[in-house]
């Protein structure tokens, strides 16, 4: 794509829908942080951010399928009838998983939940095909249902489908939207182009934590940063909502985290999300949990920074802390 041909794709005083993961924080003795939790999830919520859980930050891939009922509790307890969006996980790994899926599925959505199969080793080894024949059958479980394709780098069995499958895909009434993660911006507006053709009312959730700047080309967005200042994310919206330009300096601001945050190892960016919350008071404790990645404590000092900054930026906004 050319320069001209990219900047006609932005779309100013837009509203953007964000939806933001929740960070499942753990205690010194390895047991899940509720309360912390629980603050994070109302404060996601409070903000305007749709809450996401058991998604990676989630450790949707490392709980027992009874923590992760345990995780839908707490959050139909806490947000009372607010709207969320739940990983469905399939663990199976040979043969078919749908019938894995489908049970998820009915759980999140008994607790009134979104649900978003996440990508597994069962539904990496479907053809494109058998994927939007499981999305049809899903179907038939929820009222809203949300798909995912993303870059394996991204999340364990990531894939990138093709264009006829996610076409097919945006034919099925009740998938309301795609969490597009391929880290590739070419691949975003072509996503973005096949929506406008297909179905303009079909969500592009952005899950390029890399490249934040992609609301303002019509994906909204599903990120996982957004963890570590939802309120952050919340009032850069609301600034190009507004036409205000200090979206630029604090969408600058938040990409500078995304980078720090989800660079390579790109599986450790959970311990940096930890590190941010611990340093902002919102957890408790940040050691990585269940032999996950971690990153240097050199890492403190350049999130200090950026926190110093964008409590300036969130102030100046009139938003508190």
């Given at each position: ?6 900047v006609?794709?932005?779309r100013?005083?837009r509203p953007?829908?964000?939806?933001s993961?929740v ?11 509720f ?10 919520s409070?903000?305007?951010l749709?809450p996401?859980?058991?998604v990676e930050?989630?450790l ?7 923590e992760l009922?345990e995780?839908l509790?707490?959050v139909r307890?806490?947000l009372?009838a607010?709207p ?14 749908t019938d894995?899926y ?5 759980e999140?959505v ?8 996440m990508?597994?080793?069962g539904?990496?080894?479907?053809t ?5 024949s499981?999305f049809?059958v899903?179907s038939?479980?929820a ?5 995912y ?7 364990p ?11 097919s895909?945006m034919a099925?009434p009740q998938v309301?939207g795609?969490?597009?993660?391929s880290l590739?911006?070419?691949?975003e ?10 179905r303009p ?22 990120l996982?940063?957004s963890?570590c200042?939802?309120?952050?994310f919340?009032?850069?919206?609301a600034?190009?909502?507004n ?10 601001l938040l990409?500078?985290l995304?980078?720090?945050?989800f660079r390579p190892?790109v599986?450790?960016a959970?311990h940096?999300a ?8 919102r957890?408790?404790h940040d050691?990585?949990?269940r032999?996950?990645?971690s990153?240097?404590k050199g890492d ?6 950026i926190i110093e900054?964008?409590d300036?930026?969130l102030?100046a906004?009139h938003?508190?802390l």
């Amino acid at each position: 794509m050319t320069i001209p041909e990219v900047v006609v794709k932005i779309r100013t005083r837009r509203p953007i829908e964000g939806i933001s993961a929740v960070l499942l924080p753990f205690r010194e003795d390895s047991s899940i942080d509720f309360d912390s939790f629980s603050e994070n999830l109302l404060r996601t919520s409070d903000v305007g951010l749709t809450p996401a859980v058991n998604v990676e930050f989630g450790l949707v891939n490392r709980l027992s399928s009874d923590e992760l009922n345990e995780v839908l509790d707490v959050v139909r307890d806490v947000l009372v009838a607010r709207p969320f969006v739940a990983g469905a996980i399939a663990t199976g790994t040979s043969g078919d998983v749908t019938d894995e899926y489908r049970r998820a599925v009915s759980e999140i959505v008994q607790n009134g939940g979104t649900p978003l199969p996440m990508p597994s080793e069962g539904m990496a080894a479907m053809t494109d095909s058998a994927w939007v024949s499981l999305f049809e059958v899903l179907s038939a479980e929820a009222n809203a249902i949300l798909a995912y394709e993303a870059e394996p780098q991204v999340t364990p069995f990531g894939r990138i489908q093709s264009a006829e499958a996610v076409r097919s895909l945006m034919a099925i009434p009740q998938v309301v939207g795609l969490r597009h993660a391929s880290l590739s911006r070419r691949l975003e507006w072509e996503r973005l182009g096949l929506r406008d053709e297909v179905r303009p009312n079909f969500k592009i959730y952005s899950g390029n934590d890399i490249a934040l700047d992609m609301v303002m080309y019509g994906s909204d967005y599903f990120l996982s940063i957004s963890a570590c200042a939802p309120e952050a994310f919340a009032l850069r919206d609301a600034h190009w909502k507004n036409g205000d330009a200090r979206f630029y300096e604090l969408n600058d601001l938040l990409q500078s985290l995304g980078m720090l945050t989800f660079r390579p190892p790109v599986a450790a960016a959970r311990h940096s999300a930890m590190q941010m919350l611990r340093l902002r008071g919102r957890i408790g404790h940040d050691s990585p949990a269940r032999g996950e990645p971690s990153r240097p404590k050199g890492d403190i000092e350049i999130l200090t920074k950026i926190i110093e900054r964008l409590d300036v930026l969130l102030h100046a906004g009139h938003v508190h802390l």
